[in-house]
């Protein structure tokens, strides 16, 4: 009897040890939000501005336009945010269609690429990738 109490015990234990170790290997994917659609950019090299455009995604509560030099693997954060596209008079036409002005200051040395990220305000969803505009600029 003393035997059986004694294997049973064994038993448990192990199983309980092994429902904890098999419950510490669960991994949480969080959703990732879309990479903003039409991206543009054109750099005016006479008024020192690139100016950038993109359509707005869903779920986004800001912007951050960030360039990547020619042959780098990374990127660095250029603007911030950006703002619905203004039409005549001051008014906003379209609310999915947003731009951005960055100064040349603001911009890499040499040629480089540009890209909108898309963030969301929530803690369970990922930022986009950079969507990346056609074509490189120099300064």
């Known amino acids: 009897m003393k035997n059986k109490i004694i294997f049973i015990g064994s038993l448990c234990l192990v199983l309980v040890l092994g429902l904890v170790f098999a419950g510490c290997t669960q991994t949480v994917e969080f959703a990732t939000l879309d990479s903003p ?11 020192g501005q690139l100016t950038v455009t993109w359509d707005a995604v869903s779920e ?6 960030v360039t990547s030099q020619k042959g ?7 603007g911030y945010s950006g703002y619905p596209i203004v039409g005549r008079g001051g008014a ?6 947003w731009e951005d002005v960055i100064e040349e200051d603001d911009l890499p040395e040499g040629t480089f690429t540009v890209g ?3 963030y969301s305000g929530r803690y369970d969803i990922n930022h986009s990738k950079p969507k990346w505009a056609a074509g ?4």
């Open 60 to 65: 986004a509560i800001e912007y951050h336009i």
């Open 116 to 118: 909108v990220i898309a």
């Open 37 to 47: 659609k039409n991206v543009k950019a054109t750099y005016s090299s006479r008024d």
């Open 72 to 78: 780098k693997k990374t990127y660095q954060f250029t």
């Open 92 to 97: 906003i036409p379209d609310l999915d269609k």
């Open 136 to 139: 490189t600029f120099n300064k």
